[in-house]
Structures are given as structure tokens and as C-alpha cells.
């Protein structure tokens, strides 16, 4: 069936390919103008990939890297980059199509919104800048829809299927304690060398030699992100290869041990992992964090909610009457018991010991204003009209529980990425991939 539809692709190319031939065929007669025309430079399982699209790509990653500063690779190198990114993106579209994952344009919308906001700027603002720059606003809005199917697809395929189990955040802190750089941080770029899974010596010696070139660069002058560009298999090598910051927990421990040995700027000696070889930047570092003291809240409320027969109007009536007999002497926790229609009802309202975010930031701003025994006026929340009283405050040490969680995600992660590049890799080799492009690479 895959063979069918791709020799259907074929015709369908060599359709359009004859007519657009003798169009520009008869405007380079009128004009006695060369007209260059588009041409599939790959085409992989049920998709193609157009010079145009690697050129359009192409202007974009260069446009990015100048402004970051950093030397570009030579353009055989950097072409071979991008397109090995465009296989990529095409194989998760197309499954993400396969299995009905799509963007509406409402969320759409929303997103490039957000993205001109953060930009400081508004929408026609953004067009202006866009364009400035030479992209289309349709153009950004189908990246922009395409990266968000690919995080989905990645989330689904993924990110979903990863377990974190109570005895590995258990393990990692024991592992953690006996290492002294575990609250230190780093700002680190690397550069990947990947090797295949069931390496020959042929490969090792291959990867080894191209581990040395791009670190013979590096000791010349040649900057780590134009190295990065041109030698690394990272999924981050056309953005310099940077890593940001991480905590020293959060590295597998060959990588620890490379950059404490390390000064601010200096590139570690090649370090081998399952993955390959890789070649780390120390680029910034610093101290860890103190103990994590948390402001918590010992409050209880009282909850009347609005519905489609119970108005805004009608319910704060209700909390009005409840707020009146409470304020003349009924027990806030008989009230709560009688009318609250929360979950805490129970236990006369309380939500016992409450920390910062827990709540909605009505609530909480309306809880935060109260002295101790002091109870609320009825609050307006997204859940309905409450009335709230703070029985007691503390500070709380919550460095544990916070190390837990820390530990969590961080085993999250680095399961998630490694995971992510597997499948990625596994996806590359089941995908039938024709390149066209041989005259070049």
C-alpha cells in the first residue's frame, strides 16, 4: 500500500513538474529570463520536502544565529542540519495526522497573541516586525501550529507513557546526598557525537574522528555554536547547542564530573555515553539555594456556588444571611456544616494548612488581607462567593518536600529526553526517506 501511494506521489510530481516546465517555459520566452522552478529535494513515506521549504528554513535558522551573535557554518553544513530537522518535523506531522491530533485556529489565535505580547508588542505590531524580517504572518502561524502539533504528538507518544516511582526519587536523593555538587549549578552548551546503538568499530572510530575535528576546531578559536552547527546530532545544535542552567542533580554523573574540573569558559575533554561522544562548555556557574521556607495559611471558608439556577445575585444573598447570623454569634463551623456546599463542609470548612498558589489569587488575596480570627467579607472566586477566616499562620520549612518534587521532575526529564530521542531515532529508521540533494552532501 506504501509503495501505491508513493508512485501516486510520483505521478502526481511528474504532472505538476511538465506543466510548470512549459509554463516557465513560455515566460522565459516573453521575458528572456532563466526561471528557476521549485524542486522536491526528499521525500519521506507519504510527504515531500521542497528546496523551497529548506531555503525558507534556511533564511529563518541564519537570521536567528546572526542575531545571537554566532559565526555560521559553512552552507553545505548548515543545509544538511536544517534538513535532517525538516525529516524530522515531517515524520511527527505525519503521524500526528495519522492518529487526528490538530490546532484549531481559535488556540491558534490565541498563541501568536500571547507570543506579540510577550514581544511587547500588538498584533499589527507584530505583523510590522514580521515582515520586517521577511516571514509572513501565514508562514509564522503554520510553524507555530506545527511545533504545537509536535508537542502534543511528543506529549502523547511520549512524555505520557513515563512512570516516576516513590524508590527512584528515593535512590536519586540517596545518590545526590553522597555528591557534594548536587545544590550547585551550571550553564552548560555540549555538543553530541551520536554513535549508532550496536556500534562497529568502524563507527566508534568514525564518531572518535569527527569528536577530535570538531574539537581541534574549538581549540583554534572557532566558536561553540558555529561548532555546534556544524558537527553536533543534539535536537539543540542550530541554537548553539545551549543547555541553560541546570542543577548538579540533574546531570548524569560523568557530566558532574567533567565540568567541576572546569573554570567559567573552558570546554571539558570528550566524555563517551551510551549515546556518544560529547563535548561540554562550561559556560556559567553557581551556588545553591538555602533552605525553602514557606508562609502557610491555617484557614477554613464557606462555600456557596453558582450554577445555571442559582444566579451570582442569588447567591451572594444567601452568603449575606449566612455572614449576618455569623457575625451575631453562630459558630462559623456549624455554619460551614449547614450551607457550605464544598467538600470541607465535614469538617466545619477547614482546608487546613494552606501554602502559597494553592488556591485561586481571589481567595488567596482576600485570605492574605486577614488578621487571625478575622473573617472575610463574601469573596467572588471562579467557584462561587466565599466567606473565609485565617485561624492560624506559620513559616514552614518545606526544603524536603521540595527536593522530592525537584527530584521528581528532574528524573522526569531525563527520562523524557532520552526516551524522546529514542523514539525520534526509532521513527527515522522505519520511515522510507529518499534525499535528492546528493549533488550537494
Known amino acids: 500500500m506504501k509503495l501505491l501511494n508513493l508512485f501516486k506521489i510520483l505521478i502526481l510530481i511528474i504532472y505538476f513538474t511538465s506543466t510548470l516546465a512549459v509554463s516557465a517555459e513560455g515566460v522565459a520566452k516573453k521575458t528572456n529570463e532563466i526561471v528557476k522552478m521549485d524542486r522536491i529535494i526528499a521525500i519521506v513515506d507519504q510527504s515531500v520536502i521542497t528546496e523551497q521549504e529548506l531555503s525558507d528554513?534556511?533564511?529563518?535558522?541564519?537570521?536567528?544565529?546572526?542575531?545571537?551573535g554566532a559565526?555560521?557554518?559553512?552552507?553545505?553544513?548548515?543545509?544538511k542540519q536544517i534538513l535532517e530537522r525538516l525529516i524530522s518535523d515531517s515524520l511527527q506531522l505525519q503521524l500526528a495526522a495519522?492518529?487526528?491530533?490538530?490546532?484549531?485556529?481559535?488556540?491558534?489565535?490565541?498563541?501568536?497573541?500571547?507570543?506579540?505580547?510577550?514581544?511587547?508588542?500588538?498584533?499589527?505590531?507584530?505583523?510590522?516586525?514580521?515582515?520586517?524580517?521577511?516571514?509572513?504572518?501565514?508562514?509564522?502561524?503554520?510553524?507555530?501550529?506545527?511545533?504545537?502539533?509536535?508537542?502534543?504528538?511528543?506529549e502523547r507518544e511520549v512524555d505520557n507513557k513515563l512512570n516516576v516511582s516513590e524508590g527512584e526519587i528515593d535512590n536519586y536523593l540517596t545518590t545526590q546526598a553522597n555528591r557534594g555538587e548536587e545544590n550547585d549549578e551550571f550553564e552548560i552548551s555540549y555538543i553530541l557525537i551520536r554513535t549508532p546503538e550496536d556500534a562497529s568499530p568502524e563507527d566508534l572510530q568514525k564518531a572518535k574522528t569527527k569528536t577530535q575535528e570538531a574539537l581541534s576546531q574549538l581549540t583554534s578559536g572557532t566558536s561553540f555554536a558555529q561548532v555546534s552547527a556544524s558537527f553536533s546530532d543534539a535536537p539543540n545544535a542550530l541554537e548553539g547547542g545551549n543547555m541553560g542552567w541546570r542543577s548538579g542533580s540533574q546531570l548524569p554523573a560523568l557530566f558532574l564530573q567533567a565540568l567541576k574540573e572546569l573554570q567559567t569558559g573552558e570546554v571539558a575533554k570528550p566524555v563517551r555515553s551510551p549515546n556518544g561522544f560529547h563535548i561540554l562548555k562550561l559556560t556559567n556557574r553557581r551556588g545553591g539555594t538555602a533552605a525553602l521556607m514557606i508562609g502557610q495559611?491555617?484557614?477554613?471558608?464557606?462555600?456557596?456556588?453558582?450554577?445555571?439556577?442559582?444566579?451570582?445575585?442569588?447567591?451572594?444573598?444567601?452568603?449575606?444571611?449566612?455572614?449576618?447570623?455569623?457575625?451575631?454569634?453562630?459558630?462559623?463551623?456549624?455554619?460551614?456544616?449547614?450551607?457550605?456546599?464544598d467538600g470541607s463542609a465535614n469538617n466545619g470548612g477547614d482546608l487546613g494548612w494552606v501554602n502559597p498558589g494553592?488556591?485561586?489569587?481571589?481567595?488567596?488575596?482576600?485570605?492574605?488581607?486577614?488578621?487571625?480570627?478575622?473573617?472575610?467579607?463574601?469573596v467572588l472566586s471562579?467557584?462561587?462567593?466565599?466567606?473565609?477566616?485565617?485561624?492560624?499562620?506559620?513559616?514552614?520549612?518545606?526544603?524536603?518536600?521540595?527536593?522530592?518534587?525537584?527530584?521528581?521532575?528532574?528524573?522526569?526529564?531525563?527520562?523524557?529526553?532520552?526516551?524522546?530521542?529514542?523514539?525520534?531515532?526509532?521513527?527515522?529508521?522505519?520511515?522510507?526517506?529518499?534525499?535528492?540533494?546528493?549533488?550537494?552532501?
Request: proline residues 3%.
Open 57 to 68: 528554513r534556511l533564511h529563518t535558522v541564519s537570521a536567528q544565529l546572526e542575531k545571537q
Open 358 to 378: 494553592d488556591t485561586v489569587p481571589p481567595f488567596e488575596k482576600a485570605m492574605n488581607g486577614l488578621g487571625l480570627g478575622e473573617i472575610s467579607e463574601p
Open 71 to 79: 559565526e555560521l557554518p559553512p552552507q553545505n553544513v548548515l543545509e
Open 98 to 154: 495519522q492518529k487526528g491530533l490538530k490546532v484549531d485556529d481559535t488556540q491558534l489565535d490565541k498563541t501568536v497573541e500571547r507570543i506579540a505580547e510577550q514581544n511587547k508588542l500588538n498584533l499589527d505590531e507584530f505583523k510590522t516586525l514580521l515582515k520586517k524580517d521577511g516571514i509572513s504572518l501565514r508562514k509564522f502561524r503554520e510553524d507555530i501550529r506545527n511545533e504545537i502539533t509536535i508537542a502534543r504528538l511528543r
Open 382 to 441: 471562579p467557584f462561587g462567593w466565599h466567606i473565609i477566616q485565617v485561624l492560624e499562620r506559620r513559616q514552614q520549612d518545606m526544603t524536603k518536600e521540595a527536593s522530592r518534587l525537584k527530584a521528581r521532575q528532574e528524573i522526569r526529564a531525563r527520562k523524557a529526553e532520552e526516551a524522546y530521542q529514542d523514539w525520534i531515532r526509532e521513527l527515522r529508521d522505519r520511515a522510507f526517506v529518499e534525499l535528492r540533494l546528493e549533488d550537494k552532501f
Open 297 to 341: 495559611t491555617h484557614t477554613r471558608h464557606i462555600l456557596i456556588k453558582l450554577s445555571e439556577v442559582v444566579s451570582e445575585k442569588d447567591a451572594k444573598r444567601k452568603m449575606d444571611g449566612i455572614k449576618e447570623r455569623i457575625d451575631n454569634g453562630t459558630k462559623f463551623e456549624e455554619m460551614a456544616r449547614q450551607y457550605s456546599e
